[in-house]
């Protein structure tokens, strides 16, 4: 690095006296270098960086070859960051299956939303189209009703003249079987008005 710094101070001298040059080149000039300052400021870290790097591991390496309490709690850290590593990458693992099961749900959920909204547009048209036969169903279920309301009256009207005759005649119905079965299956029919 030394050499390098040394190699750029030849060079700044050297262009120094070759060339001068006016203010507005030195300005036109300026970024290009500052460029190349930030670029080799940026290797020099980088390198001092990755020197240290090398330089511990290769001190943890000797200590973990001696045989001393201090290279065994080494291993037992080192030991400890592999098995803390390894679980991170499990759980990594794991958390990424269950984001893609998470996004495989919310597709099919987006899925059944689409259908369900066309299904309800089906239905809202089939609502809205009307039966060709309809009015003839509605008449048939109106008569129908009409019908059962005359036989409803007409049930009401015999069990009242059925209760009528057991009290006019004075007879014990709780006595005679059939006349009980009778009586206690008569039931009232509400009329509607």
Known sequence: MSNLCFEMAVQLHAGKNKRSCSTSEAERDLPD????????K??????????????????????????????DMLK??????M????????????????QDEITEIQKKRLEMKRLTHEKMKEMEELKKKEHPDTEKYKAALEKGQANLEKYKKMTVMTQNVLRGMFLACRVNWLDD??????AMTLEDFPISD
């Not at 037992?76 to 960051?81: G, H, I, K």
């Open 76 to 81: 037992a850290v080192s030991d400890r960051c």
């Open 177 to 182: 079987p059939e006349l009980r079965n009778i």
């Open 42 to 71: 940026t290797i020099h870290f980088n390198s001092t960086l990755a020197l240290h790097r090398m330089q511990m591991w290769r001190a943890i390496g000797e200590k973990l070859e001696q045989n001393d309490s201090e290279a």
């Open 83 to 98: 098995a803390l590593c390894s679980h991170v990458k499990q759980l990594q693992k794991e958390s990424k299956d269950l």
């Open 33 to 40: 270098y500052v460029s190349e300052l930030e670029r080799i």
